[in-house]
Nanobody
Framework: QVQLAESGGGSVQPGGSLRLSCVAS????????MAWWRQAPGKEREAIAC????????FHANSVKGRFTISRDNAKNAVYLQMNSLKPEDPALYYC?????????????????????WGQGTQVTVSS
């Protein structure tokens, strides 16, 4: 079975930074688009960023554009989310997800149905 393991979450001050990592096993990551989603209490799961397997195409949600950056390293079977300038509205459980047959770029409209594999999530907290 596909396994995705997130790490790097934690608690930071407003304006601080975190780097989330997701390592995939039992799949060839270079065959999948990889994405980061988040879900805060009482809210719907929200797509944050997505990186296509080819061409370097990426999607970043408007709410995080310019602050968060997705990157991937197929050789390490890993995808990362660099989060800078964290805000009080950013705390959530952040999920890594993999989607087959998916090309995501700036025009992508995310849907959970595009992603067949999900990690368990890593918690991000922003506190003063």
């Amino acid at each position: 079975q596909v396994q995705l393991a997130e790490s790097g979450g934690g608690s930071v001050q407003p304006g601080g930074s975190l780097r989330l990592s997701c390592v995939a096993s039992k799949l060839a990551m270079n065959r999948y688009a990889m994405a980061w989603w988040r879900q805060a209490p009482g809210k719907e799961r929200e797509a944050i960023a997505c990186a296509s397997s080819v061409d370097g195409a990426t999607f970043h949600a408007n709410s995080v554009k310019g602050r968060f950056t997705i990157s991937r390293d197929n050789a390490k079977n890993a995808v990362y989310l660099q989060m800078n300038s964290l805000k009080p509205e950013d705390p959530a459980l952040y999920y890594c997800a993999a989607g087959a047959m998916l090309y995501c770029d700036s025009d992508y409209s995310p849907t959970t149905a595009d992603f067949g594999s999900w990690g368990q999530g890593t918690q991000v907290t922003v506190s003063s």
